[in-house]
């Protein structure tokens, strides 16, 4: 069973950046796609970035140029840098770890496991 333990969120001015952690335990995330997803008040979530277990990098296109995702297998923790912040980027950010086949990728139905979420706040 896989504990994914989320930090690093916090209160940002507009053009600020901010570097998310997704830290595993009880079990390795080299083999698992991870996956960042965000769930603003009154909306669904929605899907951000991922990167797959072979090491494909994937973004949100809106968001495209702002984001980099860093796995590090031996810390066994995964990051989102994000930069040039915008408000409407407010959201609790939620990464998440899975299996599935890579159409999939974007999907918040296959994820296996989810961290707790970390806030995060752009403020104009």
Excluded at 65 to 85: K, W
Excluded at 96 to 111: C, E, L, T
Aim: with cysteine.
């Amino acid at each position: 069973q896989v504990k994914l333990v989320d930090s690093g969120g916090g209160l940002v001015q507009a053009g600020g950046s901010l570097r998310l952690s997704c830290a595993a335990s009880g079990g390795y995330i080299e083999p698992y796609h991870i996956k960042w997803f965000r769930q603003a008040p009154g909306k669904e979530r929605e899907w951000v970035a991922a990167h797959s277990s072979s090491g494909g990098y994937y973004y949100k296109e809106s968001m495209r140029g702002r984001l980099d995702i860093d796995r590090d297998n031996a810390r066994n923790t995964v990051y989102l840098q994000m930069d040039s912040l915008h408000p409407e980027n407010t959201a609790v950010y939620y990464c998440a770890a899975d299996n599935g086949p890579i159409r999939s990728i974007r999907d918040p139905g296959s994820v296996r496991y989810w961290g707790q979420g970390t806030q995060v706040t752009v403020s104009s």
